[in-house]
């Protein structure tokens, strides 16, 4: 089992619909959790980053952790043409090695 | 300004070669990092180092080699290319060791022939 599963996707959704993007853990040490956004042929760029369990908003985007059962989900509200891209979640025990998800491919249809 | 810059973007070399891809970040970061993306978009850590000392080597063959100058610096040298080196390396920094706010390059596409 790997240690961060991310469903691959892709995903479509028309413009203004709610995106629902998640993964689950294997590692009950992971204490931070982040989410990239990954542009094609650009790099990953941090969207969200929580720390421990609990919920972050940022403008559109909502992270949301449930340590418990080792579930973390982004919201994308209002989806825009300019959401399409690969999210990755990715954490860590709080050294410098980050698990990633495989990423999930979203396509906003305008 | 370009946070995390690395060269070349694209780079198409043939079985056998030795080629190195350069990286160098403005941030004032203690920490770098070089990641591999494979075809099908995973993205795992090769090598990280702090403040110029190897800190990471994660289960790389031997022909890869790391090279740390400066702080601001981390090249990656690739000896005896393969087919399978073929992949999306990413360079990346953090402010300190337990950095788990990582900022990435835009990446270099390598393509062995």
């Known amino acids: 089992q790997k240690e961060v599963e991310q469903d691959p996707g892709p995903l479509s959704v028309p413009e203004g619909a709610i995106v629902s993007l998640n993964c689950t853990y294997s590692?009950?040490?992971?204490?931070?959790f982040m989410w990239y956004r990954q542009y094609s042929r650009k790099g990953p760029e941090l969207l969200m980053y929580?720390?421990?369990?609990g919920n972050k908003e940022d403008g559109r985007f909502t992270a949301q952790v449930d340590k418990s059962s080792k579930y973390i989900s982004l919201f994308i509200r209002d989806s825009q043409p300019s959401d399409s891209a690969t999210y990755l979640c990715a954490m860590s025990v709080g050294n410098n090695r980050l698990a990633f998800g495989k990423g999930n491919q979203v396509v906003v249809i305008p | 300004d370009t946070a995390v810059s690395q060269t070349p973007k694209y780079l198409v070399t043939q079985m056998g070669n030795d080629k190195s891809i350069k990286c160098e970040q403005n941030?004032?970061?203690?920490?770098m990092y070089w990641y591999k993306q494979d075809s099908k978009k995973f993205l795992k850590i090769m090598f990280s180092y702090n403040n110029k000392e190897l800190i990471i080597n994660e289960t790389v063959p031997n022909r890869f080699s790391p090279k740390s100058p400066d702080k601001a610096h981390l090249n990656l040298h690739i000896n005896s290319l393969e087919l399978g080196d073929s992949a999306v390396y990413f360079c990346?920094?953090?402010?300190?060791?337990?950095?788990?706010?990582?900022?990435f390059g835009e990446g270099s596409w390598l393509t062995v022939v």
């Open positions: 941030l004032g970061h203690d920490t």
């Open positions: 590692n009950s040490a992971f204490q931070y």
């Open positions: 929580t720390y421990s369990s």
């Open positions: 990346a920094s953090s402010r300190a060791l337990s950095g788990n706010t990582i900022y």
